[in-house]
């Protein structure tokens, strides 16, 4: 399991043998990989980030806050530490009435988010990446030159802090996301790219089959979906994508980051056009066993890449870690010594014996969790079509 790495005495020699940090690439041919999960919404429910900027200058004001989600990630069995680069090119940092870029630029940012996650997977072992995200320069026209500038901008930083791969995500237009593709080679790493659609595809009209094949043909050695839309809704999803690939005679990994939350109406517009988006999304919250639900399915797939975006907890990725123990050796993040598989922590330290019966995997997938709202409504807007 993900350890903290204790200081060496100072007995040691300082001549000790450099151990040697498996890759990304490599750890996929061995098995599953588990990913870390929301930043953006969870630190904007601690208080640590601002809802419809959604930019990351946390790392700069609040690093200690940052840090601590990282560890907790971490310590819930995630292989991967994920800087916090999220929507932080300039253009982006800069948008509207946002400061961030003109308080603390853009490098500066980019610096301290690197900084902070290699501190915590130099702690933890786990691989190091940060990511490309859209930028307002692409939706405003301005064309590849000025986007790839935006990009370059983040992958200077993400070369000098040496990290094991780039991750290229959240894009909803296959232009845009090449672009990234393109750009991140830069870095002379491996590539995971991720779009956020649905089974209609991308925002201008392509569909998630071809831009797999696109994104891998690029370059990307891992391809996938993000966000957006349900785990149930992206599994179609990545069905459409796995298809297309094999058709193609390409065989990339594939990867799955989706949101914490139960989105079964969301149409073709994704999570975001909910209503009740993005401050009372609760009631949708994925449980536990949900999440592991998720990681049985993708992996079944053949999903090797799992882990989560928008209102996935460290909870939820202590869950995907836990169902996927037996694919990968057995490993358990740190957590799961507070946790017991499948409630098993219930059975010895209840005072209750009723709650002490409700271990198991049987119990707690044929359990399904009420609301406690007798007018919520099943769904917040009407289906616009079968997803």
Not at 94 to 107: D, I, M
Request: hydrophobic share 35%; glycine share 10%.
């Amino acid at each position: 399991m993900p350890k903290r790495k204790e200081k060496a005495s100072s007995n040691e020699g300082a001549k000790q043998p450099k151990r040697t940090k498996k890759g990304l690439l490599d750890r996929l041919a061995e098995g599953p990989v588990v990913g870390d999960g929301s930043f953006c919404l969870v630190l904007e429910r601690r208080g640590y980030a601002k809802a419809g900027c959604w930019t990351p200058e946390s790392v700069v004001e609040h690093p200690e806050a940052v840090a601590q989600l990282h560890r907790e990630y971490a310590r819930a069995g995630a292989d991967v530490t994920q800087s916090f680069t999220f929507y932080a090119s300039e253009d982006k940092l800069g948008f509207r009435e946002n400061q961030a870029a003109k308080l603390h630029g853009v490098t500066n940012i980019n610096e301290a988010a690197c900084s902070i996650a290699k501190g915590v997977s130099e702690e933890y072992g786990t691989l190091l990446t940060a990511g490309l995200s859209p930028t307002p320069s692409y939706l405003e026209g301005k064309g590849k030159e000025k986007v790839q500038a935006e990009f370059k901008a983040q992958v200077d930083v993400f070369k000098k802090f040496d990290i094991d791969f780039v991750i290229v995500e959240f894009f909803s237009h296959l232009d845009e996301i090449l672009w990234a593709i393109e750009a991140a080679k830069e870095c002379g790493k491996p590539i995971v790219a991720s779009m956020c659609i649905g089974p209609h595809g991308d925002n201008s009209g392509n569909s998630p089959g071809k831009c797999a094949v696109e994104m891998a043909r690029a370059g990307a050695d891992v391809v996938g979906q993000n966000c957006q839309f349900d785990y149930n809704i992206s599994l179609k999803t990545m069905e459409s994508m796995k298809a297309e690939l094999e058709k193609e005679g390409s065989s990339p990994y594939l990867m799955m980051q989706p949101p914490g939350y139960h989105t079964p109406d969301v149409g073709e517009a994704g999570m975001a056009a909910l209503p009740e988006y993005p401050f009372a999304l609760e009631p949708r919250l994925l449980t536990r066993w949900d999440a592991q639900d998720f990681a049985r399915k993708a992996y079944d797939l053949g999903v090797r890449y799992m882990g989560g975006c928008c209102g996935m907890e460290p909870y939820h990725i202590r869950g995907i870690a836990e169902e996927l123990s037996p694919e990968r050796d057995g490993r358990l993040g740190e957590a799961s010594e507070k946790h017991g598989l499948w409630g098993a922590c219930l059975a010895i330290g209840s005072l209750y014996s009723s709650m002490a019966q409700r271990t198991g995997r049987d119990y707690w997938t044929k359990a399904p969790p009420a609301t406690g709202r007798p007018h919520s409504a099943a769904y917040s807007i009407s289906l616009e079509r079968e997803v």
